[in-house]
Nanobody
């Protein structure tokens, strides 16, 4: 049984930093691409950042470039999203997801390419 679990969300002030974590079990973690997506009540789920099974193929949405860093530790079956210079518009539910490596290489950081999802962790940014 595949389980994907996010943690690390919370309340942070504008300009602050937060690190999200995601652990996955029940799948070959070192053979799947991983990604972060986010959603608000008024917007569809959108991609934030993704990386390949070995961390070599990284994608960041434009809003994430220069502020967010995605990484993974395959020995710990864990992926991270380090977020800095947070803005009010970064407030959202953040979801972690896994995709087969071949699917990611072909389709990239597309929501539809990812088949295993966590329940999300809430990020709130206060001004």
């Amino acid at each position: 049984q595949v389980q994907v679990v996010e943690s690390g969300g919370g309340l942070v002030q504008v300009g602050g930093s937060l690190r999200l974590s995601c652990t996955a079990s029940g799948l070959p973690f070192d053979d799947v691409a991983m990604g972060w997506f986010r959603q608000t009540p008024t917007k569809e789920r959108e991609e934030v950042s993704c990386l390949s099974h070995n961390g070599g193929n990284v994608y960041h949405a434009n809003f994430a470039k220069g502020r967010f860093t995605i990484s993974r530790d395959n020995a710990e079956n864990t992926m991270y999203l380090q977020m800095s210079s947070l803005k009010p518009e970064d407030a959202a539910m953040y979801y972690c997801a896994a995709a087969p490596s071949g699917t990611y290489e072909r389709y990239g950081c597309m929501r539809s390419a990812f088949g295993y999802w966590g329940l999300g962790t809430q990020v709130t940014v206060s001004s």
